[in-house]
């Protein structure tokens, strides 16, 4: 079974910037389609920007298009989240999850996603 950990989170001003990294345990992590989430307080959860397997597809919410930018490293088992410009509604717990195979991320209900990672806690305050 696929572990994930998030790492990366704290506190940041706005329009400052922050690097989430989300840290696999097995070597198919390759084979996996990868999505951040986050949640903040009182609200639902957002996808946030997704990446599909080789031959990549990324996906971004218009909440974070612009700004936030995914990558995944393979060879590492890393999955990253840049976040650029951030701004207070970025607040919130942010997670990675996984979904075997090549997968379209808009197409793939939440539920079908597994396994999650713990979050990562971001909070962006004056």
């Known amino acids: 079974q696929l572990q994930l950990a998030e790492s990366g989170g704290g506190l940041v001003q706005p329009g400052g910037s922050l690097r989430l990294s989300c840290a696999a345990s097995?070597?198919?992590?390759?084979?996996?389609?990868l999505a951040w989430f986050r949640q903040a307080p009182g609200k639902e959860r957002e996808r946030v920007a997704c990446?599909?397997?080789?031959?990549?597809?990324?996906y971004y919410a218009d909440s974070v298009k612009g700004r936030f930018t995914v990558s995944r490293d393979n060879d590492k088992l890393l999955f990253v989240l840049q976040m650029n410009s951030l701004k207070s509604e970025d607040t919130g717990v942010y997670y990675c999850?996984?979904?075997?195979?090549?997968?379209?991320?808009?197409?793939?209900?939440?539920?079908?996603?597994?396994?999650w990672g713990q979050g990562t806690q971001v909070t962006v305050s004056e």
């Open positions: 999850a996984a979904i075997w195979g090549r997968q379209y991320c808009p197409e793939v209900r939440d539920s079908n996603f597994g396994p």
């Open positions: 097995r070597h198919n992590f390759p084979d996996y389609s």
């Open positions: 990446m599909s397997t080789r031959p990549y597809t990324d």
